[in-house]
């Protein structure tokens, strides 16, 4: 065997491993998911969930589906924004189409493949640097949680206004303490491995502790791009209020802007496909803290989840009117950026 047959076997060695890790690691999230769901609904009467669901009026459906697509139409204003840390920005109109692929392959189609890495491999594919379209989307990512998490810090008095519960308090006190904490040892990444740069793992997280920093830095990016985040998150928030008040659920607008943000940043931790479980658990114990029953909680968190579905489509639909699709199986996006890299 010469040394190309042997390179070539390592690589799809190597490859093979990861798409098996992959796929384990989807998997642990879909049994994740269906326990958290099974856990939710195994106490409830699901003739009285499907009766709360039934009181929903296609016209509220279509009012919060509305606001969600606008959430996502002016959040891939953001990630353009954001690029140019990095140097050149992809249009508005190319970022947009990209976002939505994103978003089919995080909401509508459970999968191996992440939304991200989607539209990393996507920007990579159209022209752009490795680091800068792989740092972009994780920085839109971040400041996009940051945005939740900075929300949840300034509702906090109208929280205890509402709430007694003294461990609920102090959860969403530790979810705020550990995001300034995550946030903080992000920026510092850049000074504490310089000496490990030698690694390519190391290189991207110290880039993207620098592409942090710069956000930060720079008020002309940081201003608009934590502006359209805002802005975003209150439009999601009101399609869950109009959601719920159409429900019957009995909680007000500042309700919803107290307790969801911090629905929603719990719902992002990756341990669930799309956060379907996580999302359902958290609202439950979110919206009981206000006395609202777990069918109810239950009903809207579906409700918003399906919404969200048929949102994703239509990046589906992007995807796959796409003449240049040339991913031939979706397990190989993460390594298509990798290649390229090389």
């Known amino acids: ?51 709360r669901l039934a009181l929903i009026s296609p016209l509220t459906v279509v009012s919060a589906m509305a606001l969600l697509v606008g959430q996502n139409v002016i959040t891939a204003q953001r990630w353009v924004v954001l690029m140019r840390l990095f140097g050149d920005a992809l249009p508005y109109r190319t970022s947009l189409r990209f976002f ?66 003294l461990p609920a308090r102090a959860a969403f006190g530790f979810v705020i303490v550990a995001g300034i904490i995550g946030i903080s040892m992000l920026i510092l990444c850049r000074r504490l491995l310089v000496r490990w740069t030698k690694w390519g793992a190391v290189r991207g997280l110290v880039g993207l502790s620098d592409g942090v920093l710069s956000l930060f830095r720079q008020t002309g990016i940081a201003v608009p791009v934590f502006g359209i985040s805002i802005i975003g998150h209150l439009m999601m928030v009101t399609a869950i209020f109009i959601l719920s008040d159409e429900l019957q659920l009995g909680v007000s607008f500042v309700d919803c ?65 796409n003449p240049d699709k040339n991913v031939k199986e979706l397990s190989t996006v993460d390594a298509g950026i990798d290649d390229r890299a090389t």
């Open 100 to 165: 939505f692929e994103g978003l089919f392959f995080n909401q509508a189609l459970p999968s191996t493949v992440g939304g991200d890495g989607v539209r990393m491999y996507r920007v990579v594919k159209a022209g752009l640097p490795v680091d800068a379209g792989v740092n972009g989307v994780l920085l839109d990512r971040i400041s996009g949680l940051f945005a939740l998490l900075a929300i949840v810090a300034v509702t906090q008095p109208w929280l205890y206004e509402r709430v007694d519960d």
């Open 257 to 321: 802007l107290v307790l969801v943000p911090g629905v929603m940043l719990l719902s992002a931790v990756p341990i669930s496909i799309a956060g379907w479980g996580v999302r359902e658990a958290v609202m439950v114990a979110a919206m009981g803290l206000l006395g609202v029953a777990a069918d109810a909680s239950t009903s809207l968190s579906l409700i918003y989840g399906f919404i969200m579905v048929v949102i994703g489509l239509v990046g589906g639909v992007l995807w796959f009117a």
């Open 1 to 51: 065997m010469n040394a190309y047959d042997a390179t070539g076997n390592l690589v799809a060695t190597v490859k093979e491993a990861y798409s098996l890790n992959k796929l384990l690691a989807f998997s642990i999230k879909a049994t994740v998911t269906l326990g958290l769901i099974w856990l939710v609904l195994r106490g409830q009467d699901l003739t009285v969930l499907g009766e």
